[in-house]
């Protein structure tokens, strides 16, 4: 099994490598002639031999009337679907059975169709020669005609159902904005029973209404575009790519399990690293696409890909030694991917198995940055000379995540700092950053031992400014992720406060670890920020709460000390609602959806 370079990997001098190469490209040459020179195509019906796969198949259909250019129309089959077709009448052929026209979908719609029957079987090169699919059309068999109405029907099910929900939806938008006009125009009686009235419709509604959010879920993962900004995101990708490669000896001879495998780079790599086999799950139709990745890079025989829920999945294998899996959202468990992965290391992973990553903490800071106030909150007062300030509405209620600037533009950074030397001037008193405090780990996930009930908790937190402030603009939440080769040795252990850095350099040929904190690079879960309501104050207290205006202001050496709650909405079962109150007065809850 060949692997990818490590980067402590010696390299070869300038013209030993040159010499080499040239003798590579040399007999890679050669080869590639003598393969063309010796290729075969073996029919799929009997041992005649052909020199390409399009003479092979008019063969077929002349001396044995299977037509099978005209069954990969009838059932629209992609590449991989072609690939089943084949290996599923070679094995028919070797076995003795009948192969007919009459071949549908249900047949050859299995995992084992995947693996060539056949060595080096060159029909399945050849198919990337065949001409284009014609667009489907309406059949004249009654089999697909039923199907195709079946299709139909489910599809106006579906339509249905969506104008229901966007129906609902519409009708309780118009009570809302009748409620905030009649509000506005002293109508409030009006308004509170047309509120009433919504709200009993939708309790009867409801249960129209209830979305899966699993499906939007899923669904939003189906597209190219997300796995491409995770797989440029390097912080996150080549911190799975150094675990495994640094910890080869962890992985070889060993079965390996990935949940989310999207486009199936951990799972290239675990196969790369000598796994002797790699299930690769996910729900969402990327799949496919994984599946075609797999094959193309030559792993189809070591990577198994599943298509479903690992909850409801039926995998090859009874237990597995190591877990894999990228399941990480905005600020940690968003999307609550998580449990998912729990429930597979409950029912598969091996008493003494491995989950790749191990651990997780949790860090809140104080931020105050008047010029980020200025430009997101107070812009809307003043926007080419219009008042605006009604698109503040919910302004501080929503999370907004984003790469948080460490320098305000009114008072910059003179120059770049480390992740460690930026962390520790946090608690400086030199500290000029946006961080207006040394940042508090509130919560420690183990992922060998923590439970589905533990995600959602509340958790203590203090910090001491370590500057004065003019006001305290809202609270910054980052987590750290932690990759450990040991799930026994307690010199690796993870602690409530290790960060990223510090724990990665005890041992930096086995473990890995990175951060997602506005002092280290940016990644694509970036940070979550929580802007605080301003204190009321005056009779105008509205205006100046939206304006940001009415402060107060923090001296340094203020303590800001509270608690932390990570909870699910009812309303939306893979979003976050995350509350902090601080110093026994102060309380404010956000929602990340």
């Known amino acids: 099994m060949s692997s990818a370079p490590n980067r402590a990997d010696p390299r070869p001098p300038p013209s030993e490598s040159s010499d080499s190469d040239s003798r590579d490209e040399e007999d890679w040459s050669d080869a590639e002639e ?3 020179e010796t290729q075969e195509v073996i029919s799929l019906l009997d041992d005649r031999v052909f020199p390409d796969v399009l003479s092979m198949l008019a063969y077929c259909k002349e001396k044995h009337g299977f037509d099978f250019l005209g069954i990969r129309q009838r059932l629209q089959l992609d590449f991989h679907g072609c690939v089943k077709l084949v290996n599923f009448i070679r094995q028919r052929v070797h076995e003795g059975l009948p192969v007919t026209e009459d071949i549908s979908w249900l047949e050859i719609d299995q995992e084992q169709y995947l693996k060539p029957v056949l060595d080096d079987d060159a029909v399945i090169l050849g198919l990337f020669d065949l001409p284009d699919l014609k667009p489907a059309e309406a059949q004249g068999n009654s089999g697909d005609n039923a199907a195709l109405v079946d ?30 006009l009649d509000e506005r125009w002293g109508d409030a009686d009006q308004a509170e029973a047309e509120s009433a009235a919504a709200a009993a419709k939708a309790g009867k509604d409801k249960e129209v209404e209830k979305k899966d959010d699993s499906k939007y879920y899923w669904e939003s993962y189906a597209g190219a575009d997300i796995h491409e900004t995770m797989l440029k995101d390097t912080i996150r990708t080549d911190a799975y790519r150094d675990f495994i490669y640094n910890n080869k000896h962890l992985f070889a001879g060993k079965t390996v399990l990935d949940i989310g495998c999207g486009t199936g780079i951990l799972s290239m790599f675990c196969a790369r690293a000598g796994a002797a086999k790699v299930i690769a799950v996910d729900a969402s139709a990327i799949i496919t696409k994984a599946q075609e990745n797999i094959f193309h890079n030559n792993l189809s025989s070591v990577i198994t890909c599943v298509h479903g829920k690992i909850e409801e999945v039926a995998l090859p294998v009874d237990e597995v030694d190591i877990i894999v899996s990228e399941w990480m959202g905005y600020c940690l468990l968003f999307e609550a991917m998580l449990p998912s992965v729990l429930y597979a290391r409950d029912r598969y992973l091996k008493p003494d198995g491995l989950l790749v990553p191990s651990h997780a903490n949790l860090w809140i800071a104080p931020v105050a940055d008047p010029q980020y106030i200025a430009d997101n909150v107070s812009f809307w007062r003043d926007v080419y000379g219009f008042d605006m300030h009604a698109m503040q509405a919910g302004i501080y209620d929503e999370a907004r995540v984003l790469s948080w600037p460490l320098s305000s533009s009114s008072t910059p950074q003179s120059q770049p700092l480390s992740p460690r030397s930026t962390f520790s001037l946090f608690s400086s008193e030199n500290n000029t950053t946006t961080i207006s405090g040394p940042p508090s780990a509130f919560k420690l996930l183990d992922l060998y031992h923590t439970q589905t009930a533990d995600l959602s908790f509340t958790a203590p937190f203090a910090t001491t400014l370590a500057r004065d402030i003019d006001s305290l603009d809202g609270f910054l939440v980052w987590f750290d992720m932690f990759f450990s080769p040991t799930r026994h040795d307690s010199n690796s252990a993870v602690e409530l406060a290790s960060t990223a850095d510090e724990w990665a350099r005890a041992d930096p040929q086995n473990r890995v670890a990175f951060t997602t904190g506005p002092h280290g690079k940016d990644t694509h879960w970036k940070q979550g920020l929580f802007l605080c309501k301003p204190s009321k104050a005056g009779s105008d207290s509205e205006s100046k709460l939206m304006d940001g205006a009415s402060t107060t202001a923090l001296k340094k050496g203020t303590e800001i000390k509270g608690e932390v709650t990570f909870s699910i909405p009812e309303d939306h079962a893979r979003g976050l609602s995350i509350k902090v109150s601080w110093n026994g007065n102060k309380g404010q809850t956000w929602a990340l959806s």
């Not at 609902?168 to 009748?178: L, M, N």
């Open 151 to 180: 299709d139909l029907l489910k599809r106006n099910t579906e339509l249905q159902e969506e104008l229901a929900r966007v129906k609902a939806q519409f009708d309780s938008y118009r009570v809302a904005v009748q409620q905030t």
């Open 34 to 36: 003598d393969e063309e």
